[in-house]
């Protein structure tokens, strides 16, 4: 299961990057002043009732103000959602946007930055501690709406990538690769080489024709 662990500076920035964004996209604090933690920590938290009624779209960002003693999950498999388990969750419908160390003595707050990247149901909830503070409140469901869609800056780089472009194929001209490819001088070397031949041949045979002649004419003489 993929796992990120967003910090407070890195989510500030992340945040301010889509400040020009406000009328398309919104931000969400999360069970708002009363923050992300269960209900041993505070009674009163009600995360689906803080959910319901609100429009969640494509691009929106919801913010948990919480501590380093409580995760942040978010999910698209209910069966994972219910068992309060991301052990077993697949790779690509679980991330753990921050973890909580049980073994941690100090405890530090933490602002942990989400966005929403996939229409339907989206699922969170504190995964650690054996699903312990899921079982105590710390979870919802929310359902997103395409709205305007995902931002540029939000989207997968490689759903982005142009298409090759047909036409750049078609216009390749084809290549005639030659029998002697390997050697491509050879050809003509061995021209050169019958040439020479051919011409010392046939001044051979010029100087025999001539004596021939010359031999017939002394004999004819006498």
């Not at 009328?23 to 999360?30: F, L, P, R």
Request: proline share 5%.
């Amino acid at each position: 299961m993929e796992q990120r662990v967003l910090f407070l500076s890195f989510s500030s920035l992340l945040l301010l990057s889509f400040s020009g964004s406000v009328d398309a996209y919104k931000n969400y604090t999360v069970g708002d002043s009363l923050g992300w933690y269960d209900t041993t920590v505070k009674s009163n938290v009600d995360y689906q009732k803080w959910a319901d009624g609100k429009n969640f779209s494509l691009g929106d960002f919801l913010i948990f103000n919480t501590d380093t003693n409580h995760s942040v999950v978010q999910t698209y498999n209910f069966t994972t959602y219910k068992l309060c388990d991301y052990d077993n969750s697949g790779d690509n419908d679980t991330v753990e946007w921050s973890s909580a160390n049980p073994s941690n003595t100090l405890t530090q707050g933490a602002t942990v930055a989400v966005p929403l990247l996939k229409e339907g149901p989206n699922y969170f909830f504190s995964g650690d501690y054996d699903g312990e503070q899921c079982d105590n409140g710390q979870h919802f469901k929310i359902t997103v709406s395409h709205g305007k869609g995902l931002p540029d800056s939000l989207k997968d780089p490689s759903d982005q990538a142009p298409a090759p472009n047909a036409a750049d194929y078609d216009s390749t001209p084809d290549t005639v690769v030659p029998f002697d490819f390997n050697n491509p001088h050879d050809q003509d070397t061995d021209v050169k080489k019958d040439s020479g031949s051919i011409s010392l041949y046939g001044k051979f045979l010029d100087i025999k024709l001539n004596g021939i002649l010359l031999l017939l004419v002394i004999v004819y003489m006498f």
